[in-house]
């Protein structure tokens, strides 16, 4: 008999204790946790970004667009990237509030229908927010990227040719630049808050060009944003 069962009154019935592995395995319900559970579990559409995450800066759930990927919802969560030469559109229909975000390497690639490739990465981002019930005479755009930061793309111009062709495209669509941070030489990290249209970017230091060079043509923008770490956040 243990100490425990020694104090109690003879008469009063011993309540049935649990012992303490089936307390230990009872599940904690998180409405957090569940939500990103969920995200993590639903099949992903061909060039949708799927990896997902808690931000703990932000404290938010969030997912990393990748070059070439794509992301649109209307979720309370956060969409984030990292870009050199490469562009990301932000796109937002105030009426509805859904938001999108893309992130395309070059304008265009003679037909190939990839999201690597502005032409096909607007018309992607634009149709996937009409799907959610949003219009193009609603939407207004935030655009970033387009830095000189590659040293084999400076005679190329990479980041020029992005820059204008995104706007030249978004002008032709008729959806409004609201705000635009493109060109210089700064790699950037942006995060953007499709419920609310909201967009942060913060400039990264240029202490590994060498790094995003060779990260940025493998579409590796996870390891980018860990070699690059620094600079300051503006608020658009």
């Not at 990465?121 to 949003?134: C, H, Q, S, T, V």
Request: charged share 20%; proline share 6%.
């Amino acid at each position: 008999m243990s100490a425990f069962e020694s104090a109690l009154p003879a008469s009063r019935p011993r309540a049935a204790v649990p012992p303490p592995s089936s307390v230990s395995a009872r599940p904690v319900a998180s409405g957090r946790n569940s939500h990103l559970d969920a995200l993590k579990g639903r099949p992903s559409r061909p060039g949708e970004a799927s990896f997902f995450y808690r931000d703990h800066h932000f404290n938010v759930d969030t997912v990393k667009v990748l070059p070439g990927e794509y992301y649109v919802t209307g979720d309370d969560m956060m969409i984030m990237t990292v870009l050199g030469s490469c562009i990301a559109a932000c796109i937002w229909d105030p009426r509805v509030k859904v938001g999108g975000m893309n992130h395309f390497m070059l304008p265009e690639g003679a037909g190939d229908t990839s999201g690597r490739y502005g032409s096909y990465a607007m018309e992607l981002l634009i149709n996937e927010m009409i799907k959610l019930g949003a219009r193009r005479e609603s939407m207004q755009a935030k655009v970033f990227g387009g830095g000189q930061v590659m040293h084999s793309f400076t005679t190329m111009n990479v980041g020029e040719r992005n820059t204008a062709f995104v706007l030249d495209y978004l002008q032709t669509e008729r959806i409004a630049v609201i705000s635009k941070d493109v060109l210089d030489i700064h790699p950037r990290k942006v995060c953007y808050f499709p419920a609310s249209g909201k967009a942060m970017v913060k400039r990264l230091a240029h202490s590994h060009p060498e790094t995003l060079e060779t990260q940025e043509v493998r579409g590796n923008a996870v390891v980018v944003a860990k070699a690059t770490a620094g600079g300051s956040v503006d608020l658009f």
